[in-house]
């Protein structure tokens, strides 16, 4: 078992490693394995690579994410501005589906919504608005509607974890009913139990995953 103090010492370095990221207004605390990430942070980008760095440190078992984005003046945009390059960004990124997602643009916030078939068109969208200027957040609100039936999602999942070496597979159980999944077990860490969210999420045919896998080093 790790120390909150270790945690916390490895999450500032781990924000600190990333380049692209300006840690410099980031407060962390640490109990009981949880993580919480206060103060601001310049754009939403920002927010979302800090989340990802805490997540990737050892003995990680929770994290609020209570950082706010406080956008420099230099950075501020209309409305409209950033709808129309939210639009541009989905027709690049998706150039089969965009016509099915749906932009919405209100004080710097881009709601997605619409109906995808497949839940990486749904995070394909996420990643492609996230780093536009001027937006303070995404609200992804993208409606899965798979056109197949999804008869065998247990043992495709199932398949996966076999598959990658991130995942011990005999300490993880994969319940499905229709396309809703359910993941139990126990993980050791934080990063492996999203990875196990991320292979159950891209099999075809689901549309939602309910990640009640416990972290346990």
């Known amino acids: ?17 990333n380049p692209d990221l300006d840690a410099t207004d980031i407060a962390v605390s640490v109990k009981q394995g949880v993580v919480t990430l206060a103060g601001f942070v310049k754009s939403w980008s920002d927010k979302y690579e800090a989340e990802m760095a805490a997540k990737r440190v050892s003995g990680v078992r929770g994290i609020a ?63 492609a608005v996230r780093r536009l200027k001027g937006v ?31 995942i011990d597979a005999n300490r993880i159980t994969v319940e499905a009913n229709g396309g809703e999944v359910i993941l139990k077990g126990t993980v050791r860490s934080w990063a492996e139990r999203e990875e196990a969210g991320r292979q159950a999420w891209a099999a075809p045919g689901v549309t939602k995953v309910d990640n009640r896998i416990v972290v346990s080093p």
Do not use: C, H
């Open 1 to 17: 078992m790790r120390t909150d103090n270790e945690i916390e010492r490895d999450v500032k370095d781990e924000l600190q490693w």
């Open 65 to 127: 994410n209570d950082l706010e984005v406080r956008l420099p003046n230099v950075d501020e945009r209309p409305d409209p501005d950033i709808a129309r390059d939210a639009v541009s960004a989905l027709k690049s990124q998706l150039p089969l589906s965009a016509d099915d997602i749906r932009v919405v643009v209100k004080n710097g916030w881009i709601t997605l919504e619409g109906n995808v078939e497949w839940y990486y068109q749904k995070s394909t969208a996420e990643s």
């Open 136 to 166: 303070r957040g995404v609200i992804n609100s993208i409606v899965i509607k798979p056109r197949v039936q999804p008869s065998e999602i247990k043992r495709k999942i199932e398949d996966a974890f076999k598959r990658t070496a991130e």
